[in-house]
C-alpha cells in the first residue's frame, strides 16, 4: 500500500489475488491463451480475474476495469480483487466508484490495516475529506507503527487547506520512517506554504539525500531555492542531479528558471526553445515558457501550455494553467477562449474533485464568468479557500471575492487575511535600508506604481496628478512593468514625468531602482493585477508607501502607510482598513478630462420612449455577480412589469453565459425573453443609450462602470455597505450630485430602482443633463481634485 499515498503519482495497480510477477512477453501470451479462453467460454469467472490483473499490471485500467466488472458480474468475490479494481477505478478518475467499491469489503473486515488505508485514500480522492480522515485515523489505530496512513492524512488534510494538521501528519510520518524521503518531501511542501521557509529547506533537502533520482523532490527542492535567490545553493544541488539524471530535460527547464532569476531572459528562453524541438510536449519547459509569457504574450502561453495537456493529459496542474490562461486570453475571439476555458473546467471538476480546492481560483474565475452558479458554489466555500490561498500567496484571488460576505465578521476576516498575507510576503523580503535624511530644501518626489500607465481607465483617473501639477513644489515618477508595446499614451507620459519602463525586472532589481530616485511618496495603482508588482512595496522603496485606485481594499503590506479614500468612501469601521487614511476632502478620483470618458453622443431619447418599457442593464465584470445580486435584479425586474434587463459584456458574446443567465432568472420567476446581451469589449460606451437605468452590483459595487454610465447620462442606482469595495459608487454619485440613488439596503434598492423607473421625466432630464452636472460637481473637476491630492501629498510628507 505503499504508492496509493503519494498524490503526485499515480498508484500502478498490482496483480489480482494469485498472480505473480511475470516479464511482459510473458504476460502477453498469457493473455492471448485467456482471450482465446473466454472466446471459447465467456462465462469462465477465473479467466476474467485474471485478465483484469494482467490487464492491471500493464497499466490498461480501462480494459481492467471492463474486466473486474465482468468477473464479477459472473460471480467472482470482490473481496479478493478490491485493491486492483478500485486502483483501476481511481485512475480512471472514478474516484466515487472506487471509495463505493472499497467501503462494504472494509466494512465486513473492519481490522483489515490495508483495507481501510485504501478506503481512506480513495475517499479523499473522491473529496469525501472528512470520512478520509476518520479512515486513516482508524488505520493509525489499527498499525501504530506504520507511517503509511500518517502519510495519506497529511494528503487529506493538505487537500482541504489544513496546512498545520497536515504538518503535524507529516512530521509524526517522518518520525515513524526517518528514511523516508517521499514524506520528506511532502512535509516540505506544506511547510512551504505555510510560510515555513527554512522549515520547508530542511525538509526538501532530506528528501533529496535519501531520493536523490525523485524528480519532484529535485523540482521542489530546485523551486525554492530559485524563489529564495538562493541561485549558489542551487548550482551544487543541480551538479548532483545530473549523476543520475544523464539528459534529463527537467534539469535543464531548472537551469533556465535560474537564468531568469538572475534576469538573463533571452538565454533562459533559447535553453526552452532548445527542449521544445527535441520535446515538444515536454511538460515543465511548457509550463515555464507559458508562464514567462504571461499576460504579455496570451498566445504563445495557450500554445505552449495546449502542448502541454495533449502530451500529459491527466496533469491537474497543466489543465489548471490552461484553464486560467484561456481566460485571461483577450487575442482573436475571447469568446471562444473562453468557451474552451468552461468545457477544461467542467472536465477538470470532474476528473480531479480532490483538486479542486487547491485550484478553486481558476475555476472560479471560468465560472464567474460564464454565470454558472452551480458550478460556482461547488468549488468550496470561501472560509474553506481562503486558507488555501493564504498559504500559496495568491493575493490576486481574493480580489474576485470581495462581494462574498454576508456579515461585518466576515468582512473584517478578509481584511485580517490581507494582514497576513502582507506578513507573509514581509517575512521573506528584507526592507531596504531608509533613505538618507536630506539637508537641503527640495521639490517633493511622489511616484506612482503601475503597469496601466497607458492606455488603460487606471490612467484615465490618475492623468490629473501627471499632467498638472505645480513644478515648482513636485518631481513625478512613474514605474511601469508592462510586457505589451508603447502606445500613445505612454509615449505623453515619458515626456511628462520622469518615466521607468522596467518589464520583466525581478522585484528585488526594481525596489532597488526605485529607491535610487529618493521618493518621499510613492502610490502603488495596480493591487495584484496583471503584471503589476505590488510585492515591491515590501521592501519600502520611498519614505512612505500609499496605495489607490487598483484595488478597492487594503492591499495588506504594513509597509503601506496611506490608502486614498474621500468621507463617502472612508468606511465608518475602522477596522475595515490597514492603512492610514490618505483622506481627500471632496472626491477620490474625477472623470471628464481629455481621456478615457470621450464625448460619445448620448441619444435624443431615452430608450423607454422609443421602446415602450424601462431597459435596466450592467457592463459591471460577472465576478461581482454574487447569489444576491442577481436576486436583487430578479426581484427589481418583477418589480417593474414588462421591464427588461440589458448585459453589456465581452462574455455576453458567448453560448454559455447567455445560456446560464437565462436559467439564473427564470429560476428566480422572470421570463428569460426580457433578458438582453451585447457581447462587446471596449468601445462600449454607446450601448448605454439602450439601458434607461444601471443597477449597480452587490455587495461589490462598480467604479469605473459607474463613471461611465452616469456620465453616458445614465443614472445608476447602488447599495452602500460597510466596506471600501461597496462604497465606491456612493462616493461617485454622490459627487454627481445625485446622491440620492445610493440606498443603504436591498429593500431600499428594489425601491429606488421601481421609482426610477416610474420618473421618467427625471430620466430625460438627466440623460442630457447629467454630464453638465458632473463637470460642475467635484467628480468633474480634475484640476481642483489635482490640488487636493498634491495638498494631502505635502502634508503627509512633512509629517
Same mark, same amino acid.
Given at each position: 500500500?505503499?504508492?496509493?499515498?503519494?498524490?503526485?503519482?499515480?498508484?500502478? $495497480?498490482?496483480? =489480482?489475488?494469485?498472480?505473480?510477477?511475470?516479464?511482459?512477453?510473458?504476460?502477453?501470451?498469457?493473455?492471448?491463451?485467456?482471450?482465446?479462453?473466454?472466446?471459447?467460454?465467456?462465462?469462465?469467472?477465473?479467466?476474467?480475474?485474471?485478465? =483484469?490483473?494482467?490487464?492491471?499490471?500493464?497499466?490498461?485500467?480501462? %480494459?481492467?476495469?471492463?474486466?473486474?466488472?465482468?468477473?464479477?458480474?459472473?460471480?467472482?468475490?470482490?473481496?479478493?480483487?478490491?485493491?486492483?479494481?478500485?486502483?483501476?477505478?481511481?485512475?480512471?478518475?472514478?474516484?466515487?466508484?472506487?471509495?463505493?467499491?472499497?467501503?462494504?469489503?472494509?466494512?465486513?473486515?473492519?481490522?483489515?490495516?490495508?483495507?481501510?488505508?485504501?478506503?481512506?485514500?480513495?475517499?479523499?480522492?473522491?473529496?469525501?475529506?472528512?470520512?478520509?480522515?476518520?479512515?486513516? !485515523?482508524?488505520?493509525?489505530?489499527?498499525?501504530?507503527?506504520?507511517?503509511?496512513?500518517?502519510?495519506?492524512?497529511?494528503?487529506?488534510?493538505?487537500?482541504?487547506?489544513?496546512?498545520?494538521? #497536515?504538518?503535524?501528519?507529516?512530521?509524526?510520518?517522518?518520525?515513524?520512517?526517518?528514511?523516508?524521503?517521499?514524506?520528506?518531501? @511532502?512535509?516540505?511542501?506544506?511547510?512551504?506554504?505555510?510560510?515555513?521557509?527554512?522549515?520547508?529547506?530542511?525538509?526538501?533537502? !532530506?528528501?533529496?539525500?535519501?531520493?536523490?533520482?525523485?524528480?519532484?523532490? @529535485?523540482?521542489?527542492?530546485?523551486?525554492?531555492?530559485?524563489?529564495?535567490?538562493?541561485?549558489?545553493?542551487?548550482?551544487?544541488?543541480?551538479?548532483?542531479?545530473?549523476?543520475?539524471?544523464?539528459?534529463?530535460?527537467?534539469?535543464?527547464?531548472?537551469?533556465?528558471?535560474?537564468?531568469?532569476?538572475?534576469?538573463?531572459?533571452?538565454?533562459?528562453?533559447?535553453?526552452?526553445?532548445?527542449? @521544445? #524541438?527535441?520535446?515538444?510536449?515536454?511538460?515543465?519547459?511548457?509550463?515555464?515558457?507559458?508562464?514567462?509569457?504571461?499576460?504579455?504574450?496570451?498566445?504563445?502561453?495557450?500554445?505552449?501550455?495546449?502542448?502541454?495537456?495533449?502530451?500529459?493529459?491527466? #496533469?491537474?496542474?497543466?489543465?489548471?494553467?490552461?484553464?486560467?490562461?484561456?481566460?485571461?486570453?483577450?487575442?482573436?475571439?475571447?469568446?471562444?477562449?473562453?468557451?474552451?476555458?468552461?468545457?477544461?473546467?467542467?472536465?477538470?471538476?470532474?476528473?480531479?474533485?480532490?483538486?479542486?480546492?487547491?485550484?478553486?481560483?481558476?475555476?472560479?474565475?471560468?465560472?464567474?464568468?460564464?454565470?454558472?452558479?452551480?458550478?460556482?458554489?461547488?468549488?468550496?466555500?470561501?472560509?474553506?479557500?481562503?486558507?488555501?490561498?493564504?498559504?500559496?500567496?495568491?493575493?490576486?484571488?481574493?480580489?474576485?471575492?470581495?462581494?462574498?460576505?454576508?456579515?461585518?465578521?466576515?468582512?473584517?476576516?478578509?481584511?485580517?487575511?490581507?494582514?497576513?498575507?502582507?506578513?507573509?510576503?514581509?517575512?521573506?523580503?528584507?526592507?531596504?535600508?531608509?533613505?538618507?535624511?536630506?539637508?537641503?530644501?527640495?521639490?517633493?518626489?511622489?511616484?506612482?506604481?503601475?503597469?496601466?500607465?497607458?492606455?488603460?481607465?487606471?490612467?484615465?483617473?490618475?492623468?490629473?496628478?501627471?499632467?498638472?501639477?505645480?513644478?515648482?513644489?513636485?518631481?513625478?515618477?512613474?514605474?511601469?512593468?508592462?510586457?505589451?508595446?508603447?502606445?500613445?499614451?505612454?509615449?505623453?507620459?515619458?515626456?511628462?514625468?520622469?518615466?521607468?519602463?522596467?518589464?520583466?525586472?525581478?522585484?528585488?532589481?526594481?525596489?532597488?531602482?526605485?529607491?535610487?530616485?529618493?521618493?518621499?511618496?510613492?502610490?502603488?495603482?495596480?493591487?495584484?493585477?496583471?503584471?503589476?508588482?505590488?510585492?515591491?512595496?515590501?521592501?519600502?522603496?520611498?519614505?512612505?508607501?500609499?496605495?489607490?485606485?487598483?484595488?478597492?481594499?487594503?492591499?495588506?503590506?504594513?509597509?503601506?502607510?496611506?490608502?486614498?479614500?474621500?468621507?463617502?468612501?472612508?468606511?465608518?469601521?475602522?477596522?475595515?482598513?490597514?492603512?492610514? $487614511?490618505?483622506?481627500?476632502?471632496?472626491?477620490?478620483?474625477?472623470?471628464?478630462?481629455?481621456?478615457?470618458?470621450?464625448?460619445?453622443?448620448?441619444?435624443?431619447?431615452? $430608450?423607454?420612449?422609443?421602446?415602450?418599457?424601462?431597459?435596466?442593464?450592467?457592463?459591471?465584470?460577472?465576478?461581482?455577480?454574487?447569489?444576491?445580486?442577481?436576486?436583487?435584479?430578479?426581484?427589481?425586474?418583477?418589480?417593474?412589469?414588462?421591464?427588461?434587463?440589458?448585459?453589456?459584456? $465581452?462574455?455576453?458574446?458567448?453560448?454559455?453565459?447567455?445560456?446560464?443567465?437565462?436559467?439564473?432568472?427564470?429560476?428566480?420567476?422572470?421570463?428569460?425573453?426580457?433578458?438582453?446581451?451585447?457581447?462587446?469589449?471596449?468601445?462600449?460606451?454607446?450601448?448605454?443609450?439602450?439601458?434607461?437605468?444601471?443597477?449597480?452590483?452587490?455587495?461589490?459595487?462598480?467604479?469605473?462602470?459607474?463613471?461611465?454610465?452616469?456620465?453616458?447620462?445614465?443614472?445608476?442606482?447602488?447599495?452602500?455597505?460597510?466596506?471600501?469595495?461597496?462604497?465606491?459608487?456612493?462616493?461617485?454619485?454622490?459627487?454627481?450630485?445625485?446622491?440620492?440613488?445610493?440606498?443603504?439596503?436591498?429593500?431600499?434598492?428594489?425601491?429606488?430602482?421601481? %421609482? @426610477?423607473?416610474?420618473?421618467?421625466?427625471?430620466?430625460?432630464?438627466?440623460?442630457?443633463?447629467?454630464?453638465?452636472?458632473?463637470?460642475?460637481?467635484?467628480?468633474?473637476?480634475?484640476?481642483?481634485?489635482?490640488?487636493?491630492?498634491?495638498?494631502?501629498?505635502?502634508?503627509?510628507?512633512?509629517?
Amino acid at each position: 500500500m505503499r504508492k496509493p499515498n503519494r498524490p503526485a503519482k499515480t498508484p500502478r $495497480p498490482v496483480a =489480482a489475488a494469485g498472480a505473480k510477477p511475470a516479464k511482459p512477453a510473458d504476460l502477453a501470451r498469457l493473455e492471448q491463451d485467456l482471450r482465446a479462453r473466454l472466446a471459447a467460454k465467456p462465462e469462465d469467472k477465473a479467466a476474467w480475474q485474471q485478465l =483484469a490483473g494482467i490487464l492491471a499490471n500493464s497499466a490498461r485500467p480501462k %480494459e481492467a476495469v471492463e474486466a473486474f466488472a465482468k468477473a464479477v458480474a459472473l460471480g467472482a468475490p470482490v473481496g479478493p480483487i478490491c485493491t486492483p479494481y478500485a486502483i483501476a477505478l481511481s485512475t480512471l478518475g472514478r474516484h466515487k466508484e472506487a471509495a463505493e467499491l472499497v467501503a462494504p469489503v472494509q466494512a465486513r473486515k473492519p481490522k483489515d490495516f490495508a483495507l481501510t488505508n485504501l478506503l481512506g485514500v480513495m475517499l479523499k480522492r473522491a473529496a469525501r475529506f472528512d470520512e478520509a480522515a476518520a479512515m486513516l !485515523k482508524n488505520a493509525q489505530r489499527l498499525d501504530p507503527k506504520s507511517a503509511s496512513p500518517w502519510q495519506n492524512l497529511g494528503n487529506v488534510e493538505e487537500a482541504r487547506g489544513n496546512f498545520a494538521a #497536515a504538518v503535524e501528519a507529516f512530521q509524526e510520518g517522518v518520525r515513524l520512517d526517518p528514511r523516508n524521503g517521499e514524506l520528506w518531501r @511532502l512535509l516540505g511542501r506544506v511547510q512551504r506554504v505555510s510560510g515555513d521557509m527554512p522549515g520547508a529547506r530542511a525538509s526538501f533537502e !532530506k528528501a533529496f539525500e535519501f531520493q536523490p533520482k525523485d524528480r519532484n523532490t @529535485l523540482n521542489d527542492l530546485m523551486g525554492l531555492l530559485i524563489d529564495l535567490g538562493d541561485i549558489a545553493g542551487a548550482v551544487p544541488v543541480v551538479a548532483r542531479a545530473r549523476k543520475f539524471h544523464v539528459g534529463d530535460r527537467s534539469l535543464d527547464v531548472m537551469h533556465a528558471r535560474m537564468l531568469l532569476r538572475l534576469g538573463r531572459r533571452d538565454e533562459a528562453r533559447a535553453v526552452i526553445d532548445g527542449i @521544445l #524541438a527535441e520535446d515538444p510536449g515536454e511538460r515543465q519547459a511548457n509550463l515555464f515558457l507559458s508562464r514567462m509569457a504571461g499576460d504579455g504574450d496570451r498566445r504563445l502561453a495557450n500554445e505552449a501550455l495546449k502542448r502541454a495537456h495533449e502530451a500529459n493529459p491527466d #496533469a491537474a496542474e497543466i489543465q489548471s494553467a490552461y484553464i486560467e490562461s484561456l481566460s485571461r486570453s483577450r487575442y482573436d475571439s475571447e469568446v471562444a477562449h473562453l468557451e474552451e476555458s468552461y468545457r477544461l473546467s467542467l472536465d477538470f471538476m470532474r476528473r480531479h474533485p480532490d483538486k479542486v480546492a487547491r485550484n478553486s481560483r481558476s475555476l472560479r474565475t471560468v465560472f464567474q464568468r460564464v454565470m454558472d452558479l452551480e458550478q460556482l458554489e461547488a468549488t468550496g466555500a470561501i472560509p474553506d479557500l481562503l486558507p488555501i490561498w493564504q498559504a500559496e500567496g495568491r493575493h490576486s484571488s481574493v480580489h474576485y471575492e470581495l462581494g462574498q460576505v454576508h456579515s461585518l465578521d466576515e468582512r473584517i476576516a478578509i481584511v485580517e487575511w490581507h494582514r497576513n498575507w502582507g506578513r507573509n510576503v514581509q517575512r521573506r523580503i528584507k526592507p531596504l535600508p531608509p533613505a538618507p535624511a536630506l539637508h537641503m530644501p527640495r521639490k517633493w518626489r511622489i511616484g506612482f506604481l503601475s503597469s496601466d500607465l497607458r492606455n488603460h481607465p487606471v490612467t484615465y483617473f490618475c492623468m490629473p496628478l501627471l499632467e498638472d501639477f505645480d513644478r515648482d513644489r513636485f518631481e513625478v515618477f512613474c514605474y511601469s512593468f508592462y510586457e505589451g508595446e508603447r502606445d500613445v499614451i505612454q509615449a505623453e507620459l515619458e515626456k511628462s514625468t520622469n518615466f521607468r519602463w522596467w518589464p520583466h525586472r525581478p522585484d528585488d532589481q526594481v525596489a532597488a531602482d526605485i529607491a535610487k530616485d529618493n521618493l518621499d511618496l510613492l502610490f502603488e495603482l495596480g493591487g495584484s493585477t496583471a503584471m503589476n508588482k505590488l510585492e515591491v512595496m515590501a521592501y519600502r522603496p520611498a519614505r512612505l508607501g500609499g496605495s489607490w485606485l487598483g484595488y478597492p481594499h487594503s492591499a495588506g503590506l504594513e509597509t503601506i502607510d496611506y490608502i486614498l479614500v474621500d468621507p463617502y468612501i472612508k468606511p465608518e469601521d475602522s477596522r475595515l482598513l490597514i492603512e492610514k $487614511p490618505f483622506e481627500l476632502p471632496e472626491t477620490w478620483v474625477t472623470i471628464g478630462g481629455r481621456l478615457g470618458f470621450y464625448e460619445v453622443p448620448i441619444d435624443l431619447e431615452i $430608450p423607454d420612449d422609443r421602446r415602450g418599457y424601462v431597459t435596466f442593464g450592467t457592463a459591471n465584470n460577472p465576478y461581482k455577480y454574487t447569489t444576491l445580486c442577481i436576486d436583487t435584479w430578479a426581484a427589481v425586474l418583477r418589480r417593474v412589469p414588462n421591464s427588461r434587463f440589458l448585459f453589456v459584456r $465581452p462574455e455576453a458574446g458567448g453560448p454559455s453565459f447567455l445560456e446560464n443567465t437565462r436559467a439564473a432568472f427564470a429560476a428566480r420567476n422572470v421570463d428569460p425573453a426580457r433578458i438582453e446581451f451585447v457581447g462587446i469589449r471596449g468601445k462600449h460606451l454607446p450601448h448605454y443609450n439602450k439601458m434607461d437605468i444601471s443597477l449597480d452590483t452587490l455587495p461589490h459595487v462598480g467604479g469605473t462602470t459607474t463613471c461611465e454610465s452616469i456620465w453616458m447620462g445614465v443614472p445608476c442606482v447602488s447599495l452602500v455597505g460597510a466596506g471600501f469595495a461597496e462604497r465606491l459608487s456612493y462616493s461617485n454619485l454622490s459627487n454627481a450630485g445625485i446622491g440620492d440613488l445610493a440606498v443603504f439596503s436591498v429593500e431600499d434598492y428594489i425601491e429606488k430602482a421601481a %421609482e @426610477l423607473a416610474a420618473d421618467a421625466p427625471r430620466r430625460r432630464v438627466l440623460r442630457h443633463g447629467l454630464r453638465d452636472m458632473i463637470r460642475a460637481m467635484p467628480l468633474g473637476q480634475p484640476v481642483r481634485f489635482g490640488k487636493a491630492f498634491y495638498d494631502k501629498a505635502a502634508e503627509v510628507c512633512a509629517l
